[in-house]
């Protein structure tokens, strides 16, 4: 049935099926006045804007700051059944409150206003529900839907989806509560947030995810009243297990559904032994004259006793943290024993200073603070996560960098004009030195624009000033961040000089320092940076828009470097934005990352085989188990660190019914041997099978499992293996 619905005091008209009232447009104003909830306000004389594209693509293309939308819409009196009335709202960039006729009943991210400062949920879908007994709604009458939104930086506004007012399911009404993973003798409980009674089956499921059979199921027969629980206890599972458990619950009348996923988090790499390892690059470059300091990786029973055969004239080695220091004054390559030695025995490797003008020899690996704070990041949470990066043994593996990424600069310069550090972090200097002190390197953030993305300083016209403060505090690694140096950009100039043109400057001023200093690009991809980053002399750049910590994100992002191969080198990465695993949030509410643990394995393998940089984007002071074994697998890291300093090429790539949905990506490495990945990018477990010629390889391989570290064999022409669904199964073969 269709019901066409006029609204009263606005010119626009709104469509309603029984089920839904769809809002496609709303009264808008780019500024902020409490009075705009008020439902009589005046909002005749406001623009209307569509309300599933942002404010930027309608007229306000540069304007950050407090918008507010206004929706009029006649609650039909056939939505007042007893159920709830939802209002859907797609998403806000960045955060909002909702008023509905001058209550305020919901709020998403926050404002600068607030306590504890902005928060962006830009990607939040935005739901509110009113109960249908709620004095608040007029039946059959206007009723106006108020929005007050916050644009931190670029886009801003309501978009997404397009927004809608409709009724409840009665499955709408049940919540899905499972204890977490983790916890001792764990529940689920399934309660009724509705008024009406609820009746269905709540089934409890636990799935083996190696090939999605089912382990146990248990249904039960429930009517739930108003308000009330019914809890379960959920079966528990072997240690380790590769699983899941699915939590439904079935309504009886509608016989629609509602369902929860748990996966476990299963690790696969084995323990470090005993014995002394040394893990990391082969290779490390710097410039002549510019200060080397490199922490040999090592694992093995501690105490370690670090030494180094062949060392340069005035270097020296600390035996007790493996901190290699120096200066050399001539280019060339410097070959030198690494030495690393316990109880147990000992270990050597060779390795090569190659002192010349390419750094990041290999792709740069460490921490970055966006993913976790964004702008909340401070010296206390770098030091947090630095700690952590030591205590955790991360930096036996080789992460070394420890990135503050935007929010760390003062709202003006000092009286000289030079860019200072907001009052977040005290001393620069000093938490260069004591990173440089603990074998850990120091990054930071700029923009060649006059602000940065988050609005905070950026280096425009103070580029050679800026660079120079970087090098007085010990930096190693700038991220230049295009962001608002669009405003300065010509948008008539569509050559592909004047998009190289702020990353030059910043180039020049940086080979000025006497540091080295590894420069990330960060503009997104535009004008295919892969292209000519290695012009600017850019050891990095970005290839995308931001990551975010979704299947849909990753994969969209991951599965998509395929025509960035050939410009992959030692010293010039393609960079798919960094890693999304453990705690992330953007903000200071962090939450545990929404890929499920095989995405995981699939993010590290793809970033390894792409020879990605690898920055953690999370928390490290709450490094879980699971995500800490995910991050310190030797072989798997070997793949990236490689010093052929290939990209991994994608050579199959199947979609249909038949064969499955899967992609090999293979990886050459140095010494005849390939890297290969093979994704499974469909939702079910899948075996995938293939020749080697496919692959355009040799017959016979010998072929290991990187991520469990063991030899499965020899094949023959032919190569199988169970891949779990969004998973990956990683391997190294050597033809034989
Ligand atoms: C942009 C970048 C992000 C991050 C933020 C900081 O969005 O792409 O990686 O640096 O800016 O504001």
């Given at each position: 049935m269709k019901y066409l619905l006029t609204s009263i005091c606005c010119c626009f008209v709104l469509v309603a099926t029984a089920q839904k009232v769809e809002l496609p447009t709303a009264k808008f104003i780019n500024n902020d006045n409490s009075?705009?909830?008020?439902?009589?306000?005046?909002?005749?004389?406001w623009v209307e804007l569509k309300?599933?594209?942002?404010w930027d693509s309608q007229g306000f293309g540069t304007y950050d700051g407090y918008g507010w939308y206004r929706f009029h819409v006649v609650?039909?009196?056939?939505?007042?059944?007893g159920n709830p009335v939802r209002l859907y709202l797609g998403r806000a960039d960045d955060a909002c409150e909702v008023y509905f006729n001058g209550t305020l009943i919901g709020k998403s991210g926050a404002f600068p206003t607030d306590k504890g400062g902005y928060v962006t949920t830009w990607d939040k879908p935005l739901e509110f529900h009113l109960e249908?007994?709620?004095?608040l709604i007029k039946w059959d009458a206007d009723n106006v839907i108020s929005v007050r939104v916050y644009d931190g930086n670029g886009l801003g506004g309501l978009f997404g989806p397009m927004p809608y007012i409709n009724v409840m399911d009665l499955i709408d009404g049940i919540k899905i509560s499972p204890d977490?993973?983790?916890?001792?003798?764990r529940k689920v409980v399934f309660s009724n947030t509705f008024a009406t009674t609820i009746n269905g089956k709540c089934i409890i499921e636990s799935i083996?995810?190696?090939?999605?059979?089912?382990?146990s199921t248990s249904t039960t027969e429930v009517s739930l009243a108003k308000g009330q629980v019914k809890q379960f206890d959920i079966p528990a599972v072997k240690n380790n297990s590769h699983g899941s458990y699915a939590f439904t619950f079935i309504e009886n009348t509608t016989k629609k559904s509602v369902a929860e996923k748990q996966y476990l988090p299963y690790i696969l790499t084995p323990k470090t032994g005993d014995a002394p390892q040394i893990n990391g690059p082969k290779v490390y470059g710097v410039r002549p004259n510019s200060p080397f300091i490199f922490k040999i990786p090592a694992t093995g029973k501690k105490p370690l006793q670090y030494s180094v055969d062949n060392?340069?004239?005035g270097f020296t080695v600390n035996?007790?943290?493996g901190v290699i220091t120096g200066k050399l004054s001539r280019s060339g390559d410097y070959k030198i024993n690494l030495i690393v030695k316990n109880k147990t025995g000992i270990a050597k490797k060779e390795f090569t200073i190659k002192c010349g003008d390419?750094?990041?020899?290999t792709p740069p690996m460490g921490w970055n603070s966006w993913n976790c704070?964004?702008?909340?990041?401070s010296d206390e949470k770098l030091k947090a996560s630095a700690k952590a990066m030591m205590d955790k043994g991360l930096i036996d593996h080789g992460w070394a960098y420890m990135n503050i990424d935007d929010?760390?600069?003062?709202a003006t310069r000092n009286t000289n004009g030079e860019i200072v550090a907001n009052?977040?972090?005290?001393d620069m200097k000093k938490l260069g030195d004591w990173l440089h002190g603990n074998g850990l390197k120091f990054g930071i953030y700029s923009s060649?624009?006059?602000?940065?993305?988050?609005?905070y300083l950026g280096s425009y016209q103070h580029e050679m000033q800026d660079a120079a403060t970087y090098a007085s505090w010990g930096i190693d690694y700038l991220k230049y961040d295009w962001c608002s140096y669009g405003d300065i950009h010509d948008k008539n100039d569509n050559s592909l000089e004047s998009y190289k043109k702020p990353y030059e400057v910043m180039q020049t001023a940086l080979q000025k320092q006497n540091r080295d200093i590894v420069y990330s690009l960060c503009?997104?991809?535009?004008?295919?940076?892969?292209?000519?980053?290695e012009s600017v002399n850019g050891n990095c750049w970005r290839t995308t828009g931001d990551i975010t910590d979704t299947w849909q994100s990753l994969s969209s992002i991951g599965f998509s470097?395929?025509?960035?191969?050939?410009?992959?080198k030692p010293g010039r990465w393609n960079d798919p934005d960094m890693m999304i695993v453990g705690q992330v949030g953007w903000g200071d509410h962090l939450h545990n990352t929404r890929l499920t643990p095989d995405e995981q394995y699939t993010h590290v393998s793809l970033w390894s085989l792409l020879s990605a940089p690898l920055l953690i984007g999370c928390d490290l002071s709450k490094l879980d188990n699971f995500t800490l074994n995910l991050l310190t697998n030797d072989e798997v890291i070997a793949v990236n660190q490689d010093v052929l300093g290939r990209q991994a090429k994608q050579i199959l790539i199947r979609s249909n019914p038949s064969e499955g949905d899967y992609q090999v990506w293979v990886k050459e490495l140095e010494g005849g041997s390939q890297a290969i990945g093979i994704f499974n990018t469909s939702d079910k477990s899948e075996v995938v099978r293939f020749h080697w010629n496919e692959l355009y390889l040799l017959p016979k391989q010998k072929v290991r499992d990187l991520w469990r570290q063991k030899d499965l064999g020899n094949f023959d022409g032919m190569f199988s293996t169970r891949v779990p669904a969004h998973g990956v199964t990683l391997i190294k073969i050597t033809a034989n």
């Open positions: 009075a705009y909830s008020t439902p009589s306000f005046d909002d005749s004389k309300t599933n594209t942002n609650m039909p009196h056939f939505f007042n059944t249908s007994t709620n004095p977490p993973i983790g916890a001792n003798k083996d995810e190696e090939d999605q059979s089912v382990i060392l340069p004239e035996q007790l943290n390419v750094l990041a020899l704070w964004g702008l909340s990041v929010g760390w600069e003062a009052k977040k972090f005290p060649p624009g006059t602000t940065t993305c988050g609005d503009q997104y991809g535009m004008k295919d940076v892969w292209q000519w980053g470097q395929t025509k960035q191969y050939p410009y992959a």
